[in-house]
């Protein structure tokens, strides 16, 4: 679950800063039926697609906002759908080793992407899979910090093992633990970078469930886009969930089988200078005399603990979501078309090799 994220320090969303090296900074949808997952996310988002022949196959390339944010691949020989982040690093193959030397595994080797930048497909000791990516000056991703309505606004990993993915990860990008308690579902590891979030941690609560990234995009009314998502044949895992101090979120698996999540923040979590963004509000508390009680001020610490009954249905929802294992990738990744297009047609080869391999 999303946890309180800190005011953006930029006002640029796409490539003409950075590098955000230790961050997500690119998502790429894997995906059996490219045209269905285009027809859902434009109608949900609001998105625009690029679509680049990559010679054989089209590469759907996502416009959110002032630019691209990731892309949609088709590959009929994935198991199932799933969302692909991309993590900054400043030398892709001495992080590829690292990976290794962890205990992790390395499914597409270091590889240039022509006129774009350098990437691996890696998975960490646990199983969870991301990308390593390293783009040109003019190609640095999307800017993780923009507020940007359709953009991913959070990545969680679900882990069959806590510890060792803190270890791992503290290690691998620099990131530290804010460990949070969530009650029953035991604790929400926040993990930083300097002064900015990097994402989330917690153990899977079904044991036996892979370890995967869910991302998060962020609904400035998340009511609305709940509903809308419905009436597009999204099914629902969650809806609605409160997160107390931080906002509320909801998770459905999109209508070709990729698990992703919605989040709005409260309005105190919400950058001034994005007033364009609308906000959920908490609702105030009932007194047993069923007089309405002042709203509750929100925590200043993040990620505060749901309260006992969302953390029961979370349970429940993120074992089924994590039910959905990610796909290797290939070991060739093709060529790229011109700068600013961040990784993209890779992906659909790496896809190809993790369908004949059984983890």
Request: glycine content about 8%; some cysteine.
């Amino acid at each position: 679950m999303p946890a309180t994220k800190k005011s953006p320090s930029t006002s640029s969303a796409t490539s003409a800063a950075g590098p955000w090296n230790g961050r997500f900074v690119w998502h790429d949808l894997m995906t059996k039926d490219g045209a269905a997952a285009q027809e859902f996310y434009c109608a949900l988002f609001g998105w625009q697609i690029q679509p680049i022949d990559m010679g054989g196959c089209i590469y759907r390339m996502i416009v959110a906002g002032p630019g691209p944010i990731g892309g949609i691949v088709e590959e009929k020989n994935i198991p199932t759908a799933h969302w692909m982040p991309y993590l900054a690093t400043a030398d892709v193959d001495a992080a590829a080793a690292n990976v290794t030397q962890l205990g992790g595994s390395t499914c597409v080797p270091p590889t240039d992407i022509p006129n774009t930048g350098r990437f691996a497909v890696v998975g960490d000791p646990q199983g969870a899979f991301f990308s390593l990516y390293k783009g040109l000056p003019t190609s640095h991703g999307a800017d993780p910090d923009a507020p940007v309505a359709g953009r991913v606004c959070w990545n969680e990993l679900l882990t069959t093992d806590a510890d060792g993915a803190l270890r791992f990860y503290a290690t691998m990008f620099g990131w530290t633990d804010e460990p949070k308690d969530i009650g029953e579902m035991g604790t929400y590891h926040v993990q930083n970078l300097g002064t900015k979030q990097a994402g989330g941690i917690m153990k899977n609560p079904q044991p036996g469930m892979p370890s995967a990234w869910l991302v998060y995009f962020l609904a400035p009314d998340l009511h609305a886009t709940t509903e809308r998502a419905k009436q597009l044949r999204a099914t629902p895992l969650m809806e609605n969930v409160p997160i107390p101090g931080v906002g509320a979120f909801s998770m459905f698996v999109d209508p070709t089988g990729a698990v992703f999540a919605l989040f709005q923040p409260l309005p105190q979590h919400v950058a001034k200078e994005h007033p364009e963004l609308t906000v959920v509000k908490e609702k105030p508390a009932k007194t047993k005399s069923a007089k309405k009680a002042k709203p509750a001020k929100a925590a200043k610490k993040p990620a505060q603990a749901p309260k006992k009954a969302a953390a029961r249905k979370a349970k429940k929802a993120v074992a089924k979501a994590g039910n959905k294992k990610p796909v290797k990738a290939a070991k060739k990744a093709p060529k790229k078309p011109a700068a600013k297009k961040a990784p993209a047609k890779a992906a659909k080869k790496a896809a190809k090799k993790g369908a004949k391999k059984k983890r």
